[in-house]
Structure formats: structure tokens, C-alpha cells
């Protein structure tokens, strides 16, 4: 019934079809605009995913929370096993709110404060990526502090190409990610006088979306070279961090990005044969093909030149067209008929913003006002990226599974709004 194929693009389907809860009757109850989750969908990402590491049995695979933080999705994942990757304590504070056990838990991030360290410090995850000297410094004083020792993985920076869009690369020189991997054997060496430190792996993550084998293929091999000259110089190596970034598709039509498993064989021929844990970041893979935004169209506005179809959800609620030109398939909700003609239309919100569009110049099914459209490939970087720009409120959640379905995050009211802030009141 939860029938999925990554390869051909059908997962789209799946979140409408695979699950039986009828998503028109949902937007009635919910309202729109509203995130949907297929726990199906997810679960099936997941286990594609680790089994295609099921031959090398000491692997972690840490969900990359800041793909989707939604507890219900964070709770699914976490019944299946899964570890996580956190970037900040409100990312680590979710993990630890399902369960997640600390040990299965990696921090990443350039900017982690003295207050983050000290709390992730004190719940014991398994290893910090640190990704310069300052903050190797930083975090050997307060575990210092506190007589605890942090195991690290210092975050290398390959210098290659990922070959994904500018804002979403993260291994090249010019980027602020890790530290450049010449640097990286003094450091290490340094590492191992720290007070508080205990260097035990090696983290790499070049960006997200990546279609192509290959930036993985030379970083990884970068990556284990470094594993040798460690070794070679007496540091303790026993796990690698290989990030995440691998691609999913947006489009039917397109190509179809590597498999998990072709990925999976990379892996083992790169660095199979260090005797190393393997761990790895996945955030887009698993969320990106398991959500939807459903959204309900309030106007259709022909001027001059084009049609504008305006719908209730906005560039607030979904901020990757605008900000990384990136293409959803919209789709009716309601399967159109043969006789419905195809129209050229900019699909946009109602935000006070020119680049507020979730489409541009796409032919779609004839819309009219009262329509719903499922906004697809919206699992990952989705909600998470949501803003109340425009005092607009923050888009509801939902999970659903089979013929049932929760409100994971409902929709706040405008009171909740207002009252999460202070009239003046001077001090
Ligand atoms: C350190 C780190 N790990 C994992 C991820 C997840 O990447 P993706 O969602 O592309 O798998 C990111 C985001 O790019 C990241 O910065
Ligand atoms: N937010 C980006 C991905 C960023 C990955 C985080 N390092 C996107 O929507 O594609």
C-alpha cells in the first residue's frame, strides 16, 4: 500500500496516494496553507537508506534535523533508529524531547556558543564536528571546566566543488564551513594536547542537493588520505563523518539522482577499508519527498501580460523558489479532467513582495479560485525555514499515516502571536 519508487520520481505521488487520509477533507478541518508528512514515506527514506549500509554494520545514520524538526517526524525517525545531527541546542533539545539517546548524537555548526557546548557537554552526546581553532579552544575550556572530555571530529574543508547551487555548497575554499584541509594535521596535533579534547574522527559535508557522484567521490578520497597522514603521526582514528547533501528529485522528468546504494558504493570504495564507524548526516533525502504544502487558491489575476494565480501560502511559508530558484511541482488536488486546458501562470502569495512566488511561468491545470494545490518535495527545508514576515502565521503541521493523521504543529492564533511579545515597557 505505502508503495514508493525513489528512482522515477513517483514518491511524489506517494504522499497523495500512498496514504489513504483524503487531503481535501484535511484542508477543510486544518485550513490552509498546511504542511503534510508521509510517516510512510519517511520511514521508507530511512530504511533505504541505512540498508543500503547494512553490510558495514557500525554505522550511524544521524538525521539531519535542520531538514525538518517537526517532533512528529523527529519521532518517527527516532523509532526506526535513527541518530541525529544537530546545529544548535533548540535542534539537540528536540532530539533529547524523542528520546533520541545522546550517544547517537553529532553537533555541527560554526557558531556554537560556550552555553551550547556546556549543555550538549553535560547530555553527553557523542562528538562535536568543531569547524575552527577558536572553537576548538572554546569548547576544551569548558569541558575543561567542567573535568568532562569532548569527543571531537574536526570538520574538514576539501576545497571541492559540489556542484549544487552557490547558497547550498558548503565544501569550497571561499565558503565558512570546516577548516581547510592542509590545516588540518597541525590541528589535530594541537587537539591532542587540548585539555577537555579528545580527537577520535574526521567530519566532511560539501552541500546539499548534490546530483552528482563525483564531489563526493574526490572529497572522500581526500578524506581518507587524511585518516592515513593522522594515523601516520599517532592520532587515534575511529570514525568518519561523510555528512549528507546526496540529491532527491524535484521534477519528474529529470534525471534521476544517484541511489542511496550507488552512493553506498562509493562509500565502501573510498573509505571501506580504514576500519572506521561510519556516520552520515541525511536531511533532504529522507523529508524532502515525504511533505507537501497544501495550499488553496483565493484569486486568478490576468493583467496584460500574464495570469497571476494567487494562493494562500507565500514565500514566508516557503522561501526556496525565491531564494534559491528553486522548482516545486504543483499539482491539483483534484485530479483535473482531460478537458481542462493548460494555462501559463505565475503562482504567487500573498506577501508584500515581488520575489513572493512559489512558481514561475508554469504551465498548470486551468485554476480558480477556491482550488487546492499540493506544493511537492516540500518535506525538507520547508516549515523549517518559515517566517511570520507580514504578520503572517506561522504555517500548521501535520503528520499522517495510513487513514489517520495529527496536527504535529498546529496553527497558532493571532493571540498567541501578539503575546509572544511585550508592549513597551522601559527599564
Ligand atoms: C553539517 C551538515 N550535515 C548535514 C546536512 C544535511 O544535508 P542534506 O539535507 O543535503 O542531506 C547539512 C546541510 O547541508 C549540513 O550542513
Ligand atoms: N536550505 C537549503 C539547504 C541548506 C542545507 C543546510 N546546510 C535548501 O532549502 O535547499
Known amino acids: 500500500m505505502h508503495h514508493f519508487a525513489y528512482r522515477r520520481g513517483v514518491s511524489h505521488a506517494s504522499v497523495l496516494h500512498a496514504e489513504e487520509v483524503d487531503l481535501c477533507a484535511l484542508a477543510d478541518t486544518v485550513g490552509t496553507p498546511f504542511y503534510c508528512y508521509s510517516t510512510a514515506t519517511l520511514e ?93 579552544r572554546a569548547l576544551s575550556e569548558v569541558a575543561a571546566s567542567k573535568g568532562l572530555e569532548a569527543r571531537i571530529a574536526l570538520r574538514v574543508n576539501p576545497d571541492v566543488d559540489a556542484k549544487t547551487h552557490h547558497k547550498i555548497a558548503t565544501g569550497k575554499a571561499e565558503n565558512k564551513f570546516g577548516v581547510p584541509f592542509d590545516q588540518a594535521p597541525s590541528l589535530y596535533r594541537q587537539a591532542v594536547t587540548l585539555p577537555g579534547i579528545m580527537p577520535a574522527g574526521v567530519h566532511m559535508h560539501i552541500g546539499s542537493q548534490i546530483t552528482d557522484l563525483s564531489p563526493f567521490r574526490n572529497a572522500f578520497a581526500l578524506l581518507s588520505e587524511l585518516v592515513g597522514t593522522l ?148 518535506g525538507a527545508y520547508g516549515a523549517v525555514q518559515a517566517s511570520q514576515y507580514n504578520s503572517r502565521l506561522l504555517v500548521p503541521e501535520v503528520l499522517v499515516s495510513g487513514d489517520r493523521y495529527c496536527v504535529t504543529r498546529p496553527r497558532p492564533s493571532y493571540d498567541d502571536m501578539l503575546a509572544a511579545e511585550r508592549l513597551p515597557e522601559w527599564i
Open 44 to 136: 521508507r527514506h530511512y530504511r533505504v537508506f541505512a540498508e543500503a549500509f547494512a553490510a558495514a554494520p557500525d554505522t550511524l545514520v544521524c538525521y539531519s534535523i535542520k531538514a525538518n524538526s517537526n517532533l512528529g517526524v523527529l519521532t518517527t525517525l527516532a523509532a526506526l533508529g535513527a541518530g541525529m545531527d544537530v546545529v544548535s541546542e533548540g535542534e539537540l533539545r528536540r532530539a533529547l524531547a524523542v528520546n533520541v539517546a545522546p550517544d547517537r548524537i553529532a553537533f555541527s555548526g560554526v557558531g556554537k556558543t560556550k552555553e551550547e557546548m556546556a549543555f550538549a557537554l553535560d547530555e553527553g552526546i557523542f562528538a562535536f564536528n568543531v569547524e575552527s581553532e577558536p572553537e576548538l
Open 231 to 378: 594515523r601516520g603521526g599517532g592520532i587515534t582514528i575511529d570514525f568518519v563523518n561523510l555528512g549528507g547533501g546526496l540529491g532527491i528529485p524535484y521534477r519528474p522528468d529529470e534525471a534521476a539522482p544517484p541511489l542511496p546504494t550507488e552512493y553506498a558504493a562509493l562509500v565502501k570504495e573510498a573509505v571501506g577499508d580504514l576500519g572506521v564507524r561510519l556516520l552520515f548526516e541525511p536531511g533532504r533525502m529522507i523529508a524532502g519527498n515525504a511533505g507537501i504544502l497544501v495550499s488553496r487558491v483565493l484569486y486568478v489575476k490576468p493583467n496584460q501580460t500574464k495570469t497571476f494565480t494567487i494562493v494562500d501560502a507565500g514565500m514566508n511559508d516557503l522561501i526556496r523558489p525565491t531564494l534559491y530558484e528553486a522548482h516545486h511541482q504543483i499539482l491539483p488536488l483534484v485530479e483535473p479532467t482531460p478537458e481542462t486546458p493548460t494555462r501559463i501562470t505565475d503562482v504567487v502569495g500573498p506577501v508584500c513582495e515581488t520575489g513572493d512566488y512559489l512558481a514561475l511561468q508554469r504551465p498548470l491545470p486551468e485554476l480558480h479560485a477556491g482550488d487546492l494545490i499540493a506544493v511537492m518535495t516540500a
